[in-house]
């Protein structure tokens, strides 16, 4: 049985703009459980795609904040550099723009596309979601690996 596109998005898909900050993006990362989203410009068009691997290797090439084995709690003999060097880093993270950490190559599939093919993109492409657009390229939805997998598992 064929599907097409439109049959396994997540629609609405959640978006970010591409002047959001990549601390607003981190709290919609964390509040909706995702990894990664369509950016959309004024017009809503899609314009790139921001995950949580952009964000970790923005932290890791700034050296801003170490996102692995982080915790709450601070020690007393913590170096004050380190802690000054991490509100450094808060603030980076606050004040970066997306279209500025985004990726720009984004593949993107309209809604009658065949389930077939979207699989093959995602494959080719070695990408992990592909955003569904409409003809104007607005996003209509957003399918993961996982909802590929879903689906072929109703079949």
Not at 90 to 100: H, P
Request: hydrophobic share 40%; proline share 3%; glycine share 4%.
């Amino acid at each position: 049985m064929e599907f097409k596109a439109k049959d396994v998005m997540n629609s609405p898909a959640i978006t970010v703009h591409e002047d959001d900050s990549l601390k607003d993006v981190i709290n919609l990362f964390a509040e909706y459980d995702i990894s990664g989203a369509p950016v959309v410009n004024d017009n809503l068009k899609l314009v790139g795609i921001i995950t949580e691997r952009d964000i970790i290797n923005f932290s890791n090439k700034t050296h801003v904040v170490s996102l692995i084995n982080t915790s709450a709690w601070v020690s007393p003999h913590t170096d004050i550099n380190e802690l000054t060097k991490c509100r450094k880093g808060f603030e980076l993270i606050s004040s970066t723009k997306v279209k500025n950490q985004m990726s720009k190559k984004v593949y993107s599939v309209k809604e009658d596309t065949p389930g077939a093919q979207v699989a093959a993109i995602m494959k080719r492409r070695s990408v992990e979601r592909i955003p569904v657009v409409d003809e104007n390229d607005q996003v209509r939805g957003i399918i993961t690996r996982t909802d590929l997998v879903n689906k072929i598992a109703e079949l």
